[in-house]
Nanobody
């Protein structure tokens, strides 16, 4: 069992930055692929970024490439999402997720956090 707790959301002006953190419980964190998803009001949840267990494989949705960076610290059981050059359309609840592989963290994660709100004002 893995429990995920996100933090770091908030209100920021367009062009600003935020860093989201997702702290995981359990001794097997380093074996899981991790992902970030978001859900804006009235929209479906969408994939944002994912990272494999080693941190060597990274994938992003096109709309955040060059602005967001996913990373992980296995010693701290934490995955991060550095978000720069934020836009109003990045406003959403951001969720982290965990799964056994880099493929399934995208298609069918095993675990979800409770989410953290990110609001970008224009």
């Amino acid at each position: 069992q893995v429990q995920l707790v996100e933090s770091g959301g908030g209100l920021v002006q367009a062009g600003g930055s935020l860093r989201l953190s997702c702290a995981a419980s359990g001794r097997t964190f380093s074996t899981y692929a991790m992902g970030w998803f978001r859900q804006a009001p009235g929209k479906e949840r969408e994939f944002v970024a994912r990272i494999d267990w080693s941190g060597s494989m990274l994938y992003y949705v096109d709309s955040v490439k060059g602005r967001f960076t996913i990373s992980r610290d296995n010693a701290r059981n934490t995955v991060y999402l550095q978000m720069n050059s934020l836009k109003p359309e990045d406003t959403a609840v951001y969720y982290c997720a965990a799964a056994r592989t880099i493929v399934t963290v995208y298609s069918e994660p095993d675990y979800w956090g409770q989410g953290t709100q990110v609001t970008v004002s224009s």
